[in-house]
C-alpha cells in the first residue's frame, strides 16, 4: 500500500493548515486511518483517526477541537484540517493506514497501523 502524505510547511501561530495523504484505490476503502506526528526528541504520538464509514472519529486531547479528520472515498484521500495551530503542534507528520474488517473501527494507537507514508514537515512559528 503506498501513502503519500503532503500539505506540510511553515505557519503562523493561530493559522491553519490542512495535510492530505493519498492512496491506491484499490485498499483505501477497506482501510481506518490516522495521522500521527513526531517532533524532534519526543516519541510519535497520535492525532486523529476515522474509521472505514466515516463517521466514527477520534482525537488527541491536545488537538481536539482544532484538527479535524475527514476521508474522501471517491477520492482516496484523508485529510487533516488543523486550525489554532500553536508551536507545540510542530512536527512531522505521518498518515497510516490498517485494514480494517468493521467499517466502524476507529482506531488511535500507532501500533494498530500497518502501513505508513513518508512524513510531511510542519513547523508552527510563535
Known amino acids: 500500500v503506498q501513502l503519500q502524505a503532503f500539505g506540510g510547511g511553515l505557519v503562523q501561530a493561530g493559522g491553519s493548515l490542512r495535510l492530505s495523504c493519498a492512496a491506491s484505490r484499490r485498499t483505501f476503502n477497506m482501510h481506518t486511518w490516522g495521522w500521527f506526528r513526531q517532533a524532534p526528541g519526543k516519541e510519535r504520538e497520535s492525532v486523529a483517526a476515522v474509521s472505514r464509514n466515516g463517521y466514527n472519529t477520534q482525537y488527541a486531547d491536545s488537538v481536539k477541537g482544532r484538527f479535524t479528520i475527514s476521508r474522501d472515498n471517491a477520492e482516496s484521500t484523508v485529510a487533516l484540517q488543523m486550525s489554532s495551530l500553536r508551536s507545540g503542534d510542530t512536527a512531522v507528520y505521518y498518515c497510516?493506514?490498517?485494514?480494517?474488517?468493521?467499517?466502524?473501527?476507529?482506531?488511535?494507537?500507532?501500533?494498530?497501523?500497518?502501513?505508513w507514508g513518508q512524513g510531511t514537515q510542519v513547523t508552527v512559528s510563535s
Open positions: 497510516a493506514s490498517s485494514y480494517a474488517r468493521r467499517p466502524e473501527i476507529v482506531q488511535l494507537t500507532p501500533d494498530a497501523y500497518q502501513y
